[in-house]
């Protein structure tokens, strides 16, 4: 299985490779995910697929909050997520015991 690389970063939103880290492009996201967002924290799955997570800051005006995104394709689009947070720094995906999708 080939895998690519995705960097989450401060202000410049979330950057792809698919050859190793040798050239870089941000995905194209026509909503959800702007490239002044400050992503914090990225976090995938392989077994679920082409799903990933992404965790931001407020980057909107002053007081805004921090929120978590989910892409069902590899950053192409990206979906926030009803629950708003603080800056999101971290994330881990773990099984839920006795839970099958």
Do not use: C, N
Not at 34 to 41: A, D, K, T
Not at 55 to 65: A, E, I, L, Y
Not at 68 to 78: A, K, M
């Amino acid at each position: 299985m080939q895998m690519g690389l995705d960097v989450g970063t401060a202000g410049t939103a979330m950057w792809v490779s698919e050859d190793h880290g040798e050239t870089w492009m941000p995905p194209y996201s026509p909503a959800g995910l702007y490239m002044e967002s400050r992503v914090w924290s990225l976090t995938s799955q392989p077994a679920w697929g082409s799903q990933v997570f992404a965790g931001t800051d407020g980057d909107g005006p002053p007081g805004s909050t921090g929120r978590l995104l989910r892409s069902d394709d590899y950053g192409e689009t990206w979906t926030k997520l009803q629950r708003e947070f603080g800056e999101v720094r971290a994330m881990i995906l773990r099984p839920l015991e006795g839970k099958e999708d």
